[in-house]
């Protein structure tokens, strides 16, 4: 059982690169999330998938989309990367009955230059 | 809109030490409060999660208690260990698809 998993750890791109960010979870979790975490802003909701088939923006998703590929599969993409989407982003997946609790993955680290 | 907030931003203290870290929240609607430790460069691992039915929880020397009128919950660890330093969250969950509430955490540091 490996939870939630995240592709790549570490990337590096150049201003105006694109790029997915995958994530997958092995918990057959309805809801999927994206969250990025930058100093002293602490965890802000990019885009989130209350269920397959459906998408919905978080907080701060201006510059991503988002695909829900399946019931395991989300994914983050940057279509055209700014360096002030240098940061450090986390999927996550929760239940949505029971309890409800949520799920990290190890994260991505991402640094445009 | 709910607002979540952790009081101190950084904590120092010596192993062996009792200690509380404290979390509140504005809007007492709250479906479950979960909390979180991240280390440096890591994800987030869950703790502890209290439904909002329940006061506290327990898990080995941390325990989690949650006052809804009062919007706080506290986390309790017993007995510090240098192993116990990270970064700690609460995240408040008000229920069904809406989206979850993260404070900006607590960052812990146990001097052996």
């Known amino acids: 059982n490996a939870g939630v998993t995240q592709t790549p750890k570490f990337q590096v791109l150049k201003t105006g690169q694109s790029m997915t960010l995958q994530c997958a979870q092995d918990?057959?979790?309805?809801?999927m999330y994206w969250y990025r975490q930058d100093p002293g802003m602490g965890l802000r909701l990019i885009y989130y998938?209350?269920?397959?088939?459906?998408?919905d923006k978080g907080e701060v998703p201006n510059g991503y989309n988002v695909s829900r590929l399946n019931k395991r599969e989300f994914s983050l993409r940057l279509e055209s990367a700014a360096p002030s989407q240098t940061s450090v982003y986390f999927c996550?997946?929760?239940?949505?009955?029971?309890?409800?609790?949520?799920?990290f993955g190890p994260g991505t680290r991402l640094t445009v230059t | 809109k709910q607002e979540v907030t952790q009081i101190p931003a950084a904590l120092s203290v010596p192993e062996g030490e009792n200690l509380v870290l404290n979390c509140s929240f504005t809007?007492?609607?709250?479906?479950?409060l979960q909390w979180f430790r991240q280390d440096p460069g890591k994800g987030l691992t869950s703790l502890l999660l209290?439904?909002?039915?329940?006061r506290e929880q327990t898990s080995g020397r941390l325990n989690a208690s949650l006052d809804k009128s009062s919007g706080r919950s506290t986390l309790y660890i017993a007995a510090s260990q240098p192993g116990d330093s990270a970064t700690y969250l609460c995240?408040?969950?008000?229920?069904?698809?809406?989206?979850?509430?993260f404070g900006t955490g607590t960052k812990l540091q146990v001097i052996p």
């Open positions: 998938s209350a269920s397959e088939g459906t998408t």
């Open positions: 809007d007492s609607a709250i479906y479950n």
């Open positions: 209290i439904q909002s039915s329940q």
């Open positions: 995240a408040v969950h008000p229920g069904g698809y809406q989206k979850v509430t």
């Open positions: 996550a997946s929760r239940g949505t009955s029971g309890s409800y609790e949520q799920y």
């Open positions: 918990m057959n979790h309805n809801s």
